[in-house]
């Protein structure tokens, strides 16, 4: 059997510690500030996390750029090189275009060498849930499962992997086009904070609104308790957008309840933290089935 390369991408969120310690890898997408272009670096090299999102406190705001036709060229071709099989699980494309770009330049490829395999997988989340599903990859490679299963087992389980958000200030979600004006600005004036989700289209969407900021971190964490399946035996990833204390209250109080495998607590990457913005925080782990569909 062929050894399996498992390749995400920047809206994977995974910390390089974690990349590692899976051996999952990952191409690039960018973002652009005051008509500069940064790789969306998981490490965060060339703009550290505090930078960029102090940069965007300072009204700059950043533009995501997907992943190049020529990154995907490349990432593909090495791994074929050392005689790998290749499985790439995108970002949602109901976010992105990056998953469709990298099948067609996967299309091309194998036309081009026969008898090489590399699968597409559109997990329809994108964060850490992303992350998660690259890392069960890597744990079913490692047990000495073919791409072949390990791509059918994704298909078959994405929509478990829950993804709970919440936002600093709506002002970036309406930058994004996310959020009407008014309600951004009326909404900032009585605090509201809206809970997200990845919907089973694969389309963030605010599935209820609270009011206040501990209410939000506490509805979080009350979703991740009522929905985690068996999570004595799996993940729970909480990623924040410069706000490490919040990410660890929603920790502990889901501590209080219920007992993960792990827990991982890192930055929000770039690209989801370009629309969401500072003080974001999102809880992502395995559950129920996510059958909401947004309007």
Same mark, same amino acid.
Request: charged share 25%.
């Given at each position: 059997?062929? $050894?399996?390369?498992? +390749?995400?991408? %920047? ?20 973002? %652009?500030?005051?008509?500069?272009? !940064?790789?969306?670096?998981?490490? #965060? ?17 950043? !533009?995501? +750029? ?25 970002? @949602? ?22 008898? @090489? &395999? ?17 890392? &069960? ?8 499962? @073919?791409?072949?299963? =390990?791509?059918? #087992? ?6 478990? *992997? $829950?993804? #709970? ?6 002002? !970036? ?12 600005? *009326? ?9 997200? =989700? ?26 991740? =308790? ?18 490490? /204390? ?14 993960? &495998? /792990?827990?991982? =607590? %890192? ?7 370009? %629309? ?20």
């Amino acid at each position: 059997m062929k $050894n399996i390369t498992i +390749i995400l991408d %920047s809206t994977c969120d995974m910390s390089p510690e974690l990349l590692t310690r899976f051996n999952i890898t990952y191409v690039k997408m960018g973002v %652009s500030i005051d008509d500069k272009e !940064y790789d969306a670096d998981l490490a #965060w090299e060339g703009l550290s996390s505090k930078e960029f999102y102090d940069l965007m406190r300072a009204k700059k705001r950043p !533009y995501t +750029i997907q992943v190049k036709e020529d990154a995907f060229v490349e990432a593909f071709n090495k791994y074929l090189d050392m005689g790998n099989d290749i499985l790439y699980i995108g970002c @949602s494309s109901g976010l992105s275009a990056s998953v469709k770009l990298g099948a067609k330049v996967a299309e091309e490829i194998m036309q081009k060498r026969p008898g @090489s &395999k590399i699968i597409v997988v559109d997990p329809l989340t994108s964060g850490m849930a992303q992350g998660l599903i690259g890392i &069960k990859a890597a744990e079913m490679r490692d047990e000495g499962k @073919s791409v072949d299963e =390990i791509a059918a #087992w994704i298909e078959k389980e994405k929509l478990k *992997f $829950n993804e #709970w958000a919440t936002v600093g200030s709506l002002t !970036y979600l309406k930058n994004a086009g996310r959020v009407k004006a008014g309600a951004a600005f *009326f909404g900032n004036i009585i605090g509201i904070k809206p809970i997200l =989700i990845s919907d089973a289209h694969g389309h963030n969407i605010a599935l209820k609104k609270v009011r206040g900021r501990q209410a939000a971190l506490q509805e979080i964490a009350d979703s991740v =308790i009522r929905t985690a399946i068996d999570p004595e035996h799996n993940y729970l990833a909480i990623t924040h957008a410069d706000c490490p /204390e919040d990410a660890q209250k929603i920790a502990d109080m889901i501590a209080e309840k219920i007992h993960f &495998k /792990e827990v991982f =607590i %890192s930055h929000l990457g770039p690209i989801l933290g370009a %629309s969401c913005g500072p003080e974001t925080v999102m809880a992502m782990h395995y559950g129920e089935e996510v059958t909401v569909v947004g309007e």
